[in-house]
Nanobody, 123 residues
Framework: QVQLVESGGGLVQAGGSLTLSCAAS????????MGWYRQAPGKQRELVAA???????NYADSVKGRFTISRDNAKNTVYLQMTSLKPEDTTVYYC?????????????????WGQGTQVTVSS
């Protein structure tokens, strides 16, 4: 019914930049909060940045001043601009969306995750 598809990950040198994108598709009625999380091997998934439907934002302390989250509501897409990247930013990044979608004549609320995109920062 609904998919979140991420793109933009890759390999970059320390100090470089990358922009991640996550597009939601399907029978979407509305999207509330959207966010980016990351999970290193053996560690819990952690919030990187989140943005509400009203564009209020929240960032992890470790990325404040370096990462910027934004969204295009017309495209159901959220972005994460990452600058001044550090080797410790290396991990898999996941998109998350809290949304309402149609199925038949019913409206459902559900939280969705993307498949993840790898970001590797070399020193």
């Amino acid at each position: 019914q609904v998919q979140l598809v991420e793109s933009g990950g890759g390999l970059v040198q320390a100090g470089g930049s990358l922009t991640l994108s996550c597009a939601a598709s399907g029978n979407i009625f509305s999207i509330n909060a959207m966010g980016w999380y990351r999970q290193a091997p053996g560690k819990q998934r952690e919030l990187v940045a989140a943005i509400t439907s009203g564009s209020s934002t929240n960032y992890a302390d470790s990325v404040k001043g370096r990462f910027t989250i934004s969204r295009d509501n017309a495209k159901n897409t959220v972005y994460l601009q990452m600058t001044s990247l550090k080797p410790e930013d290396t991990t898999v990044y996941y998109c998350n969306a809290d949304l309402k979608y149609y199925s038949g004549s019913y409206l459902y609320t559900q939280n969705y995750w993307g498949q993840g995109t790898q970001v590797t920062v070399s020193s």
